[in-house]
């Protein structure tokens, strides 16, 4: 697999994780609510702080793990521009250095034939100045 396709994978096992991890807390959070409700008696509610404290507690966590999720999101986009940068310009480099090595041999066949030219020029003057 390619770097990028092993990041994409990485991805979205972690966002896997992230909401099992969620679910899993919410659902501890409830059952324990719900069992403060079966005992005999009068029920017995839950301390408000404690209730928000467990709320906010569950928000911060989600917030974490979405965080790292899209920090890792962001950084696989910023390694594929990357990545794309430094090929384009391998491929520009090689590009201009291919442009020059073909103009230097052009400059060179015509200095040639300019250079064969002249030669045939004085060759025929000479023949018919004779």
Known sequence: MTSSTDQFVDITKR???VLAESVRSWAE???GLASQFTGH???QFPD???AVDRVFDFAEQVL???R???KTVVGAGQHAVDTWTDQAAKVAEQVTDNAVHNA???GDATAKATDSAAEKVRNTRSSASK
Do not use: I, K
């Open 15 to 17: 966002s896997q994780d």
């Open 29 to 31: 959070t409830w059952q």
């Open 41 to 43: 008696g009068r029920p």
């Open 48 to 50: 408000s702080g404690v």
């Open 64 to 66: 974490g793990q979405q």
């Open 68 to 70: 790292e999720f899209a």
């Open 104 to 106: 230097e041999r052009a």
